[in-house]
């Protein structure tokens, strides 16, 4: 009879030694019936593994055999008797597996059939020597500085019956090895472990795993060291004297393998931030077109890899050019149906000033005009009507044409007495929405009860 492959022994025996009902065992004082048969093995009726043995023996067809017994030792010097170990419940099975052994050890087996009342001789007692364990793969190396990632690489293991490999890892900091997962098929010569950290060690190890359940020894161990994030970037600066933008520079990276810049930017120094520019360039200017806008700014270099630098905790404040500062009423006079508007220079930046003339009859006709490119600190308005209602306020204008907020407004109302060329008791005073303004001790403004 032709012995059976261990996967094959190994299902039968599970089908049949599962079979019902409760498993006969010997007698402590058993009855010898030298005339039932005894178990004989068949020519190659052995076969071992590290981590199984399977037996074949010669059908039985004494019709008074209910089975077998099965006799085990451990020859480990001390033991050398078979002792009674386990049952097969039917004459007709001609095979027995043992998965419960140990690698590289020896044992000894004999079988006995037995019938309701007695047992057979023993058999010829069998002594084998489990197979060491399997030797995983022969080679294996590791890809080193890869982004967030490791590759290691083995030679096929020549067993023909490997069906997979194992992958084992572990940090230097962890004392216990972790299967990380299982690469099928026996050729397989590559595995790529990724979401790691960056710049940080990991150890691996292979075992390989055969049809039949054998798991070998582990490989050689091989160390990855995964890839460094870039070096932050330096010295960040921020414009905060430019009208309508604000220009952000930085030193230049050293990294090898440099891809890009993220610029981020937020209103706010602590969150809120987001990419606006992606840069090869050292520099850029970010154009605001708003006065006194502030943001905040951060850099990171971005590798080949795409893999970041840090930018956290290098922040850098930008601000455009603030408004120059609005210039200050002083005087109001009227001379002559004219009216002559003075007021003094407060910003140092201010190079023209503008004003503005709103002009309001009745209750819903109104009408505004601005006088621009002023370069003198007054201005004789000349189109002075009667019965309308006049609203002064000046603009600083600085070199880069930023206007300032609006100074305090003036309100003129002149008044007819005697005829329409003269006009007395006329009030000016400012206007209950004027701006409000700081004024110095050495600013008048003087709203004029009786020019007579």
Known sequence: MKLWTLTTFYAVSILILSGCGATPKPNKEPVVDSTLPIVTLTDHGVVTESNAVAFEWKSISDQRVKGIFVYKVLLDGNKTDSQYYDTVKNR?????????????????YAFKTFSEKAESLKSKTTVLNTLPILDSVSWIHSVQNMPRSAKIIWRPHTNQKVKAYIIERRTIQEKEWQVIATVDKRLSAEYIDDDLKDKFVYKYRVRVL???????SPSQIVKVVTKALPKEVDNITATRDLPKKIVIKWDKTKTKDFSHYNLYRSESVDSGYEVIAKLKNNYFTDKCNEDAKQYFYRVSVVDKDELESEHSKKSIQGLTLVK?????????????GKVKIIWDKVDPRTKTYTLSKRTKD????????????????????????????????????????IKSEASIEVEFKPEIKASANELPNTNVKPTKKSTTTVVKESDTIIPIQDFN
């Open 92 to 108: 007709f099975v001609t095979h027995y597996v043992d998965t419960d052994i140990q690698a590289d050890t020896k044992y000894a």
């Open 210 to 216: 055969t049809y039949d359940g054998i798991t070998s």
């Open 324 to 336: 120059p500062t609005a210039p200050s009423m002083v005087e109001v006079k009227f001379t002559n």
């Open 362 to 401: 009745g209750w819903f006709d109104e009408k505004i005009e601005e006088i621009e490119s002023i370069t003198q600190r007054s201005y004789l308005d000349k189109a002075i009507e009667a019965n309308k209602v006049y609203y002064y306020k000046v603009y600083a204008v600085d070199k880069n044409d």
